[in-house]
């Protein structure tokens, strides 16, 4: 699974992935998505662009910044 760094527009390291549940979850559903994270930011954008292991730092802030923001329950 690849995981890359990049630095954000806000000046924070992030780091993304792709997610892809086993079909065995149901509650999750079986679309992947990409997982931002920086601290205890987490943001997801489904589905995930072909080729997004190759974006340049640029392109993945970009992405980050359209990805919607997870909340945590509690």
Do not use: I, N
């Not at 780091?15 to 549940?21: D, Q, S």
């Not at 998505?33 to 190759?54: H, I, Y």
């Amino acid at each position: 699974m690849p995981v890359r760094e990049f630095m954000g527009a806000d000046g924070r390291a992030w780091r993304v992935w792709a997610v892809r549940p086993v079909m065995h979850q149901p509650l999750l559903g079986s679309s992947a998505w990409l997982c931002f994270e920086s601290g205890t930011d987490k943001r997801r954008m489904s589905p995930v662009p072909a080729g997004w292991e190759s974006y340049s730092a640029e392109q993945l802030a970009h992405l980050c910044r359209a990805a919607e923001t997870v909340t945590q329950p509690g």
